[in-house]
């Protein structure tokens, strides 16, 4: 799926998706964003790794040098850190998530921003993360309606992190199961938004069988996975996301891989903030020159 086949979006939309995707980053119709809401997500210890990343004008300074499209947080970090960068540095605000603390059995990551905030603040894009599954489902949807509601007034593009949890999710494979995976990217295209964040799903033969039919049968490559996935998600503009560090070749090969099945971009955030400065510029640089070779 590419920005020109999306002939549904309004004018607002489509304007700061091309931003995003040609005028910022590699250019060519790819997006590279860096997510920074870990710290919300999985708290301080996501830092330990490489300390100076703990003050975001790590990530910002990264952002910015490493030619990204743009960098995905929550309101409080882009209004505190942010100023430096306005204009340069495409937000996209995340306007719900939660901590870590309790249990994912029954996850709900409740609203910490608006979409008028993310107008008011100049982003170019929402971000919202629905777990599908979830026993809060009925909760959550309700609650993204609405904001699906005002991106449509708005004309904002929303990139929703869909990412399977619960209960009823780890009973049938797991969060990274094929199965998971595949539903939460029909999910998005089911709800109407212009971008879906997904994990690359896992192949457990161990709990292969745990998964409803035909999925338990399944056995597909690396690449098969990814290319399935894209496929559920339909017209939905699609990013994976990096997951925890990987060595420089694994991380190139599996962005080269997501790339060329049909993947729009990448949402890598760990795997590039948690190294030192010279090393996340060098593995980002490696990173938006194959982007821009493809």
């Known amino acids: 799926m590419t920005l020109d086949e999306m002939n549904h979006l309004n004018i607002g939309k489509r304007t700061r998706l091309r931003r995003l995707m040609y005028k910022y980053g590699p250019g060519n119709g790819r997006m590279l964003i860096l997510p920074i809401d870990q710290g919300l997500e999985h ?161 457990d033969p161990k709990r292969r069988t745990e998964q409803p039919a035909p999925y338990d049968t399944l056995e597909l490559s690396y690449e098969e996975r990814v290319r399935k996935v894209i496929r559920s998600a339909g017209k939905t503009l699609v990013f994976f996301s990096g997951g925890s560090m990987l060595s420089d070749e694994d991380l190139v090969y599996r962005a080269r891989v997501c790339l060329e099945e049909g993947a729009a971009g990448l949402l890598f955030g760990r795997n590039l903030w948690q190294r030192r400065w010279d090393d996340a510029l060098s593995i980002t640089k490696k990173l938006t020159k194959m982007m821009s070779e493809l």
């Open 43 to 203: 708290g301080p210890s996501t830092f330990f790794a490489n300390p100076e990343s703990e003050n975001p004008d790590f990530q910002f300074k990264l952002a910015n040098e490493g030619n990204f499209s743009g960098i995905a947080l929550h309101l409080g970090l882009a209004e505190k850190y942010g100023l430096s960068y306005a204009g340069e540095v495409p937000i996209v605000l995340k306007v719900n998530g939660k901590t870590r603390i309790p249990s994912d059995s029954h996850a709900m990551s409740p609203m910490t921003a608006s979409v008028e905030d993310a107008v008011r603040i100049g982003a170019d894009a929402i971000g919202y993360t629905l777990y599908v599954g979830s026993p809060r489902q009925v909760e959550d949807m309700n609650q993204f309606r609405r904001v699906k509601a005002d991106a449509d007034r708005y004309g904002m593009p929303i990139i929703l992190w869909s990412y399977p949890r619960g209960e009823a999710v780890d009973k049938k494979g797991g969060k990274n199961s094929l199965y998971a995976i595949d539903y939460a990217a029909r999910v998005a295209n089911e709800l109407g938004v212009e971008g879906v964040k997904l994990n690359v799903p896992g192949d």
